[in-house]
């Protein structure tokens, strides 16, 4: 399906909507960290990344469904491993089990010309569109930016240096080891 997206940097602190219940960690995240909550040091919120997706509307066809928009929020170790798509590090990532359900995901791939993301909710709702480079660069600045705002402001050639030496790296290994790739 076709689709638009939007991303944004927002403020977010506490765990995610399902997960605010007085014990602290709840089903959905599993007591996973998106990007952008509080810091534990401060107290103080921090910018998470926010990545929007609308089919088309089903009743008018010039229109987008926002109403029915797939929303997702990065987490600390997905940041990384979406970054280095955007910088050509890794050829794609997948992202699955968000949500309250676990039936959420994420997949971005990069296919030469430009970038396709594709998010799902369940097998019945998705959403694909397609970044050219000038998409592609407005939203690789946002993801850069919200990983160095999880990393204390980190020098940006020290973040690719982590990104090219360590983090890319890793999750190559990881994926030509065969494991599963539970996010």
Request: glycine share 8%; proline share 5%; charged share 25%.
């Amino acid at each position: 399906m076709i689709a638009l997206f939007r991303v944004s940097l927002v403020l977010r602190a506490g765990r995610c909507r399902p997960c605010r219940t007085a014990s602290g960690a709840g089903s959905c995240c599993r007591g996973r960290r998106a990007a952008g909550h509080a810091d534990e040091r401060t107290g103080e919120r921090q910018p998470a990344l926010k990545i929007e997706t609308a089919g088309k509307h089903p009743t008018q066809p010039t229109k987008y469904n926002w109403d029915d928009k797939i929303i997702s929020y990065p987490t600390e170790d997905e940041l990384p491993q979406l970054l280095c798509v955007f910088l050509g590090l890794l050829p794609s990532v997948e992202f699955r089990n968000h949500g309250p359900q676990h039936n959420k995901s994420m997949k971005i791939e990069n296919q030469g010309k430009h970038l396709y993301l594709t998010m799902a909710e369940g097998s019945e709702r998705k959403a694909a569109v397609q970044l050219d480079a000038g998409r592609s660069t407005r939203v690789a600045t946002l993801v850069a930016r919200a990983f160095q705002a999880v990393n204390d402001d980190i020098d940006w050639n020290a973040a690719r240096d982590i990104l090219t030496r360590l983090a890319a790296p890793m999750v190559t290994a990881r994926s030509e080891g065969g494991q599963s790739r539970r996010t």
